[in-house]
């Protein structure tokens, strides 16, 4: 008989370490995937926010190409030339000034 309960209450102890081993096991898991979710999302919003900036610097770089190009035009003697006809009223010398608007 002796024998018999103290085989029961490590029966019992085994029973109850099972137990916690399980409802530990179970813990860790629903923590993993939590942090797994969210780390999902973060990446998520990091890649958005990566291919916003992306189209930025795409937009920005075709800005500063486009104002390049009107740089250059404005530089060029034809431009200024002109400029000076329409708007600074200078022309050379025995030419009269004619400009169709």
């Known amino acids: 008989m002796f024998m018999d309960n103290n085989q029961t209450k490590t029966t019992r102890q085994l029973k109850k370490r099972d137990k916690i081993i399980i409802v530990s096991a179970i813990i860790f898991i629903l923590l993993a995937f939590i942090a797994l979710i969210y780390n999902v999302t973060v990446l998520v919003r990091a890649n958005a926010h990566n291919r916003r900036l ?48």
């Open 54 to 101: 992306e189209q930025q610097s795409y937009e920005l770089q075709r800005q500063i190409e486009e104002n390049e190009r009107e740089q250059d035009f404005r530089n060029s003697p034809e431009f200024i030339e002109d400029f000076a006809r329409r708007y600074l009223e200078m022309h050379r010398r025995g030419e009269s000034l004619f400009i169709a608007r």
